[in-house]
């Protein structure tokens, strides 16, 4: 070693020394925490923690005890209606014995007219009920007639004549029968017509007397289309 740094150690040294001396009140060094009292510490945390833990627990159980309890409102379940009974429906049925007998009519009475002295029956009868004709189509209405009454009927005596309906008769409204007929016999009656010019369902009556008196009505029932 060089000789010539001793002396500048000693200086440095010498310097150190005194310069410590001359310092201001030393500060003093802060003591080192052992492990040890770490652990301490650390335990008496958690026994605080836990104490204080309990202690709010404690306060929250008084606090609830103390609070009034609520009390669940009762459930109000409503009662049914009481059924009313219905009434007691009586049906008195009476005895097959007393039920009356029901005769059901399948076909029409045929009514005889009571004899008179002076009455006429239709036999036939053209165009028949509902013919179909043309417009303006020319047809005679022909009905046959047979004596029914009791008397004969004399010359002159009968008339047929337009009552009412459509008239379709090309020439007058009443005619005289030019002749007699027995009582049983029958005749032709015919008279001249035309079918009106519109379309549809046309009737008309006509009546044949004796003297005045109605003895039968003769009917005209035509239909009017395109053909």
């Known amino acids: 070693m060089n000789k010539r740094i001793f002396?500048?150690?000693?200086?440095?040294?010498?310097?150190?020394?005194?310069?410590?001396?001359?310092?201001?009140?030393?500060?003093?060094?802060?003591?080192?925490m052992v492990p040890t009292q770490a652990v301490d510490l650390a335990a008496t945390a958690e026994v605080l923690r836990t104490e204080v833990a309990a202690t709010i627990a404690s306060d929250?159980?008084?606090?609830?005890?103390?609070?009034?309890?609520?009390?669940?409102?009762?459930?109000?379940?409503?009662?049914?209606?009481?059924?009313?009974?219905?009434?007691?429906?009586?049906?008195?049925?009476?005895?097959?014995?007393?039920?009356?007998?029901i005769r059901i009519i399948t076909t029409y009475p045929t009514f005889t007219p009571t004899p008179g002295?002076?009455?006429?029956?239709?036999?036939?009868?053209?165009?028949?009920?509902?013919?179909k004709l043309g417009p303006r189509a020319e047809f005679d209405a022909r009905w046959t007639i047979k004596n029914t009454g009791t008397k004969d009927w004399d010359d002159d005596a009968v008339d047929y004549l337009y009552v009412s309906g459509t008239k379709m008769q090309k020439r007058?409204?009443?005619?005289?029968?030019?002749?007699?007929?027995?009582?049983?016999?029958?005749?032709?009656?015919?008279?001249?017509?035309?079918?009106?010019?519109?379309?549809?369902f046309y009737h008309a009556d006509w009546s044949v007397r004796y003297n005045g008196q109605t003895m039968c009505t003769l009917p005209v029932d035509i239909w009017v289309v395109n053909q």
Do not use: H, R
Request: hydrophobic content about 40%; glycine content about 4%; some cysteine.
């Open 172 to 200: 007058g409204d009443s005619f005289d029968l030019d002749q007699g007929l027995d009582t049983g016999k029958t005749i032709d009656i015919i008279v001249d017509m035309v079918a009106p010019n519109d379309l549809g």
């Open 60 to 101: 929250m159980t008084s606090t609830a005890m103390a609070m009034p309890t609520a009390t669940t409102p009762p459930t109000n379940t409503p009662e049914p209606p009481t059924a009313t009974p219905a009434p007691t429906l009586t049906v008195a049925l009476a005895s097959p014995t007393a039920i009356p007998t």
């Open 117 to 131: 002295p002076y009455q006429c029956q239709i036999t036939a009868i053209s165009p028949a009920y509902g013919a």
């Open 7 to 32: 002396p500048v150690l000693f200086l440095l040294v010498a310097v150190s020394l005194l310069a410590a001396a001359c310092s201001p009140t030393a500060v003093p060094a802060q003591p080192t």
